[in-house]
């Protein structure tokens, strides 16, 4: 629709254009109307260029915000998915303990007295004593964890929560923008269909013409929008989810810190499985943005972009940062950095949580990797 809107403001204004020019060769008596339209028409294409540049910039920050909800639904299905993983290891381990529990009770402290005292000699009666002491231990570690699980698990919803908060902010946000592009465009649009009207009345005789250039301007710039949209959606194919090119390419190394290194192998702990090939095709968008001149000239400013990696907002890569990386991204994280890239998408810059989205790309480790937003 706004793409629409630009083109009849357009055409609006090259049609006024072609009328100023056309009406300096009629009598004098509509002198004055002309030169008043001319003035009208002069501040409407001051006023239809700010709001063309307005809308460029919107365009860009809706589209940001629109990346930021997708990405950010992903995450909040992977963090469901998880929840419900832990919730699972929590209830087995429970019942494991109740189990135990209720066998020591049933048979009391005389089983493990007769344990003690069938003891061959000295050295088996120490090791039975230890067996039941490291029982008793197991109990109360078994019973920390359990708490430190239900910690985890509360964290973690909370953490679900506030996400689906700046979500639902996100989207109040853009609705109200969109709103307020489809308000100003509404109004400029009928300031130049006033504008119109008058040029027609002051020369009806020019209308006939002007008419027929105009629809043949319009005609024109539709054809181009139609070829252009058929180019996109015929250059746009699809890759699939099924299998990939797993070879390893040399992309060139780049200049990096001990501290890159480390930085770099915590975001893959956080973005990817525990495989090098999804580990390696994450770390290639990385070190493909790195080398790109529209994303930063570095790891660190690739990665701290505003808006594109779910981990920094959320505080998931400090708390990776902070217990360390594991040594599979370690490798991973200095094979990229050396020059390593994985050839199924040397060439892609993005990419999302495979099960929440359905976009085409090609699926590595549970995640979607395509060329371009």
């Not at 506030?162 to 307020?180: A, F, G, I």
């Not at 998931?316 to 217990?323: A, H, I, T």
């Amino acid at each position: 629709m706004a793409l629409y809107r630009k083109r009849r403001m357009r055409t609006g204004i090259a049609l006024i254009c072609s009328l100023a020019v056309t009406l300096s060769v009629v009598p004098s008596y509509a002198a004055d109307d002309i030169e008043s339209l001319e003035n009208q028409t002069s501040a409407l294409e001051d006023e239809l260029k700010g709001i063309n540049q307005e809308i460029l910039s919107l365009s860009d920050e809706i589209s940001s915000t629109e990346m930021q909800v997708e990405i950010l639904n992903g995450e909040i299905q992977k963090t469901t998915d998880n929840l419900q993983e832990a919730e699972a290891n929590e209830a087995k381990q429970y019942e494991d303990m109740k189990t135990r529990i209720k066998y020591m009770y049933e048979h009391g402290n005389a089983t493990l007295l007769e344990m003690l005292f069938s003891a061959e000699d000295m050295t088996d009666f120490l090791n039975k004593a230890d067996f039941i002491e490291n029982l008793s231990e197991y109990d109360r570690d078994s019973l920390n964890k359990l708490k430190e699980i239900h910690q985890e698990i509360a964290d973690e919803k909370t953490a679900l929560e506030e996400q689906q908060d700046s979500l639902t902010d996100l989207q109040s946000s853009l609705e109200s923008k969109k709103q307020q592009l489809q308000t100003k465009a509404s109004e400029t649009s009928t300031n130049l269909d006033e504008v119109n009207q008058r040029l027609e009345q002051a020369r009806k005789e020019e209308a006939e013409r002007i008419a027929r250039e105009a629809a043949e301007r319009k005609a024109a710039e539709e054809a181009a929008a139609a070829a252009a949209a058929q180019s996109s959606s015929s250059g746009s194919s699809s890759s699939s989810s099924g299998s990939y090119d797993d070879s390893v390419v040399n992309g060139g190394s780049v200049s990096a810190s001990s501290d890159d290194v480390t930085l770099l192998a915590a975001l893959l702990d956080c973005e990817a499985v525990g495989s090098y090939d999804a580990m390696l095709a994450v770390a290639t968008v990385i070190m493909n943005r790195v080398e790109s001149s529209s994303f930063g000239n570095s790891i660190s400013s690739v990665i701290y972009a505003g808006g594109q990696f779910e981990p920094v907002w959320t505080g998931r890569l400090d708390s990776r940062l902070e217990s360390g990386p594991s040594s599979l991204a370690m490798q991973v994280a200095q094979d990229a950095i050396n020059g390593s890239r994985l050839a199924a998408v040397a060439d892609c810059y993005y990419f999302l949580y495979a099960p929440s989205t359905n976009r085409d790309g090609i699926n590595i480790g549970g995640n979607l990797f395509f060329t371009s937003w």
